[in-house]
């Protein structure tokens, strides 16, 4: 049994765009079709069994697409040709758009099994190493260093593993990491799976930074992810780059950025 829904709610709830806002954006511009006609009003209540095109869209396999793609776009990180270890790569979101970005070689690392979307496992430049921790994961098993090192991992804290991390990058190379306020607050800060205080987000960057420093990963590059964590958590992407780099980050105007983007966000959702 079919429903009618709005059109820009249905587009985002589809992951044919990352927010509802840019789904409005890509209706008004008749960028949508639905069973073949454009319709380029948002509130437009549609058959969720309808047949929706998007043009020039790529239908990501997991949420993470879009929180990589914006700190390859903003910090212009080239990953033509470029060998990466993505570790935590869940269904392979990071992977997918690391393989469109030109990638040589993909070695995707999880503690989980049989998550990897079958259209990234079975793409010839993806190495596939599920059921493996990091921690547990030799340079050797690894295939060596890579010249791109990126990072998604719940339930531990990243900013722990940052030697660890630097290990399997090699000089020169770069490193982009989702920064999750929700495991890296210390005991009592997050309640109901949420850290909704600027401040202790404020302090979470500043620490975050400062020990990738000590373990010879420069952050040259820090910004707001565009998606929430799946509990509603705002988060980070930091760019880091092995070699030494000194760049002054502005934490309280970002956080305030960062709150203030999902704010209109809600507004703007009713």
């Known amino acids: 049994m079919s429903s009618k829904r709005r059109l820009d709610e249905l587009l ?3 992951g044919l765009s990352e927010s509802r806002t840019k789904a409005a954006t890509l209706i008004r511009n008749g960028k949508v079709t639905i069973d073949g006609m454009i319709v380029v009003k948002p509130s437009r209540k549609v058959d969720s069994n309808s047949r929706i095109v998007v043009a020039d869209s790529v239908i990501p396999v997991g949420r993470g697409y879009f929180k990589l793609r914006k700190a390859i776009d903003i910090f ?15 269904t392979g979101g990071f992977a997918q758009l690391l393989l469109e970005k030109g990638a040589q070689r993909v070695l995707c690392v999880d503690v989980g099994r049989d998550q ?14 599920e059921s493996t921790d990091i921690r547990d994961l030799t340079l050797e098993r690894a295939g060596g260093k890579a010249d791109l090192l990126t990072a998604d991992l719940s339930f531990i804290s990243t900013a722990s593993l940052a030697g660890l991390l630097r290990s399997f990058v090699e ?10 306020p929700q ?12 850290v909704n ?8 960057l500043e620490g975050f930074v400062k020990v990738f420093r000590t373990n010879d990963l420069s952050p040259v590059g820090l910004t707001f992810s565009p998606i929430r964590g799946k509990k509603g958590n705002i988060e980070y992407l930091l760019y880091s780059v092995a070699e030494e780099r000194s760049i002054e980050f502005d934490f309280e105007r970002l956080v305030e950025e960062a709150f203030g983007f999902f ?6 959702l009713g």
């Open 12 to 14: 985002f709830d589809l």
């Open 76 to 90: 212009e990180i080239n990953v033509e040709g470029k060998r990466v270890i993505d570790v935590g790569a869940s």
């Open 116 to 129: 990897i979307n079958h259209r990234i496992r079975n793409d010839d430049r993806v190495v596939s190493l």
């Open 171 to 180: 000089d020169g190379g770069e490193a982009v990491v989702l920064v999750k």
């Open 183 to 194: 495991f890296e607050a210390g005991p009592g800060v997050v309640k109901k799976g949420l």
């Open 197 to 204: 205080s600027k401040n202790v987000h404020i302090g979470i």
């Open 263 to 268: 704010d209109r966000d809600k507004e703007l």
